[in-house]
């Protein structure tokens, strides 16, 4: 069973929290309400290994222990806020700017990060190592105003 707390705006931060679980699929449909249509498998697939990562890694999948996720969407740019219950980790991820050196991918470790450092624009972790916040510009995305009574 899955429960969702419904998103609550805060000062233009809107915030989901739920149980430990690996079904992710409603809430990675409501983090990407907002997200341009053609950016969805890529940001998808970063915000769902960043959500497994806190829930089975963090939390250990305890159903006792929530994950909470804090997002914003301002113009140009998205952030998510990703927290655990969990121990934390030493989060010394070096990612190689070439794919080819990335850990194999039968290794248990190190690709889901390096894959949120390709995915995303910045990836800032807290001290204890549980919670990490991820942003990515869209300026492309949006059109110039077409207002010219300031010129």
């Not at 705006?9 to 249509?37: G, H, M, Q, R």
């Not at 053609?38 to 697939?45: A, F, K, S, Y």
């Not at 089975?56 to 999948?61: E, F, T």
Request: proline share 6%; with cysteine; aromatic share 8%.
């Amino acid at each position: 069973m899955i429960s969702i707390t419904l998103p609550v705006n805060v000062s233009n931060w809107k915030t989901v929290s739920f149980a430990s679980t690996l079904y992710l699929c409603p809430v990675l449909d409501l983090l990407l309400e907002k997200i341009p249509k053609e950016l969805h498998p890529e940001i998808r697939l970063g915000l769902q290994e960043a959500l497994v990562n806190a829930a089975k890694h963090g939390n250990k999948l305890d159903p006792s222990k929530q994950v909470v996720v804090k997002f914003s969407y301002g113009r140009g740019e998205y952030s998510w806020l990703i927290c655990d219950q969990g121990n934390g980790f030493s989060q010394h991820c070096c990612c190689p700017l070439d794919e080819s050196d990335l850990p194999p991918e039968d290794s248990e470790h190190g690709r889901g990060l390096c894959m949120l450092h390709h995915i995303f624009d910045r990836v800032l972790w807290n001290n204890q190592g549980t919670q990490v916040t991820l942003c990515k510009q869209f300026h492309k995305f949006f059109k110039p105003s077409l207002d010219t009574s300031n010129c």
